[in-house]
T-cell receptor, first 118, second 114 residues
Framework: DVKVTQSSRYLVKRTGEKVFLECVQD?????MFWYRQDPGLGLRLIYF???????EKGDIPEGYSVSREKKERFSLILESASTNQTSMYLC?????????????????FGPGTRLTVL | AQSVTQLGSHVSVSEGALVLLRCNYS??????LFWYVQYPNQGLQLLLK??????LVKGINGFEAEFKKSETSFHLTKPSAHMSDAAEYFC????????????FGRGTSLIVHP
């Protein structure tokens, strides 16, 4: 079974603090993703990475940065946390399925980190 | 641009009743379609997916979905709801030749009454 783990299930931080959210996957997937989940808004992509040291902005990258120094680990960084970053953060990893007739990602998700910024 | 719409942010059913969660997409090319389930305080888990071939797809826990190209839909059904089915359900779509990253709907919360 693919396993995606996140460093914390619950986290409480203060405004202005630097916050690190860690994600580790054990299936040698090349792609990793960070989403935030808010009620009524579904999942919104923050950043993704398709290889070590590579990163791409998603739909809502402002206020966030990422780091991928090893294939299995993808970190989300909030340089200066703000109250509007209170949310559930979900990490995912995936393989890209590429054949003559198919091209898609099947994602596997971690349990999530519920971050509260006071 | 690709998009996916889930009709109804909340669906309420009685235990034993039919479950129907609606998902429509907009696209000019046949998509790849996914349903994920999220139980309380957990991450998302893949229920089923359509990539090619048979349009009726069976997934885990008795769920199934049918890809209807003419209606641009991929509705999720289960003949008889269990209390344990109470969860958030997400439809997602990606497209051949695109970035391969799925776009998610806003989710539908399934409430099951005894």
């Amino acid at each position: 079974d693919v396993k995606v783990t996140q460093s914390s299930r619950y986290l409480v931080k203060r405004t202005g603090e630097k916050v690190f959210l860690e994600c580790v996957q054990d299936m040698d997937h090349e792609n990793m993703f960070w989403y935030r989940q808010d009620p009524g808004l579904g999942l919104r992509l923050i950043y993704f990475s398709y290889d070590v040291k590579m990163k791409e902005k998603g739909d809502i990258p402002e206020g966030y940065s990422v780091s991928r120094e090893k294939k299995e680990r993808f970190s989300l960084i909030l340089e200066s946390a703000s109250t509007n970053q209170t949310s559930m953060y979900l990490c995912a990893s995936s393989l890209t399925i590429l054949t003559v007739t198919l091209s898609y990602n099947e994602q596997f998700f971690g349990p999530g980190t519920r971050l509260t910024v006071l | 641009a690709q998009s996916v719409t889930q009709l109804g942010s909340h669906v309420s059913v009685s235990e034993g009743a039919l479950v129907l969660l609606r998902c429509n997409y907009s696209s000019s090319v046949p998509p790849y379609l996914f349903w994920y389930v999220q139980y309380p305080n957990q991450g998302l888990q893949l229920l089923l997916k359509y990539t090619t071939g048979a349009t009726l797809v069976k997934g885990i826990n008795g769920f199934e979905a049918e890809f209807k190209k003419s209606e641009t839909s991929f509705h999720l059904t289960k003949p008889s709801a269990h209390m344990s089915d109470a969860a958030e359900y997400f439809c997602a779509v990606s497209f051949p030749g695109g970035s391969y990253i799925p776009t998610f709907g806003r989710g539908t919360s399934l409430i099951v009454h005894p």
